[in-house]
């Protein structure tokens, strides 16, 4: 039987996606024993929860290894066509009705019984909320992610890094100076320069998280770029394609000959430069048979409790408020999305969720009448 008829394996790609995320990081890390001690102890933490998963998966239940959870809705920042405040996900005003950090602290106990590995914490600024960062500082099995615009990178901050390795700051940059200063504020640009030094003088690793649109991919794929962070102590990079939220932030979203102008330049750079890690989304998805949200991969808790499919497709049918993780990852919406083949659709842009949101509102609205 020929490969390409084999049903693709979305645990497989997945746990071997992890695996080698994990396996480069402690490469990217060797030069700092107590980075890579802590990344061989995570390296078996995954591996243990990567067989939790593959029992469920055995038993028909389908464990995702990773869960992005928006931990406040507040930002404050204004970058230009944020999606999270077109579609009001985030917001200035003071939060409301906004999980609590008992209520976070159970979710991350749960996921870790799951056998979750990754909780990306994102917002907002999900630095803004210290406590729940400090609560997820102590659940070891799990490694997070913090996705942040570097604006309150503090002492306390600096200090609790050095003691809870499984917390990884990602810190948003758009290129050069000029780039990531016309679209995140004047200033940004040195301060996340200065919190690199920092961290970097600490010993602390940490990533950097890339918003690619027709205006910076050539910079921001490009080796000088690159070199720099690398320099700088930088481990990962995020490349997070653009999705356009408004007709006038259309022209930014890259087009096919983008993409795969990407695709090339990601496949050098891994071979060219191990020292780093490069993930690029959703282009890292085209490998997978399609869009990895959903549960498939992946699935999205919004800072009211809302579980969605992803950031962007803001639709929930359940809250984990009233309800277990496990039960989220059952909700209608989510099954019907993984049944009609929505995520595997052939597409032309980035975001298969984002461009037939007419559909998943559809599917959303049966679910909610049954």
Known sequence: MSAMNEP??????????????????????????????????FAAASRAASKKRRKAEDAGEHIPPFLIASITSQCN??????YSRCNHATVDAAPVKQLTDEEWLRIFDEADELGISFILLAGGEPMLRRDIIEAAGKKSRILFPIFTNGTFMDEQYFHLFDKCRNLLPIMSIEGEKEITDA???????????????????????????????????????????????????????????????????????????????????????????????????????????GCVAAGR??????????AEPCPFSPYSDINVRDTSLRAALKSPLFLALQEEGVLKEDHPGGCVLHEKRAQVEKIMAESVHH
């Open 8 to 41: 693709f394996d979305i645990q497989a790609y997945m746990t071997g996606g992890v695996e080698r995320v994990v396996s480069d990081a402690i490469k990217a890390t060797l030069r700092d024993p107590r980075e890579s001690a802590f990344m061989v102890k």
């Open 77 to 82: 920042l204004h970058c230009a066509g944020c």
């Open 183 to 289: 679209r995140r504020g004047n200033g940004i640009f040195d301060r996340l320069i200065a919190n690199m030094d920092e961290l970097h003088n600490r010993g602390l690793i940490f990533g950097a998280s890339v918003t690619v649109t027709t205006e910076n991919i050539k910079e921001v794929s490009s080796r000088s770029f690159l070199q720099k962070l690398s320099d700088r102590g930088c481990k990962a990079v995020i490349f997070v394609e653009f999705v356009p939220v408004t007709e006038e932030s259309q022209q930014l979203a890259p087009g096919d000959g983008d993409r795969e102008y990407l695709r090339q330049e990601i496949l050098k750079l891994r071979q060219e430069h191990p020292e780093m890690v490069y993930i690029a989304f959703p282009g890292d998805e085209k490998s997978s048979g």
């Open 297 to 306: 991969g992946f699935f999205h808790i919004n800072s009211h409790g809302g």
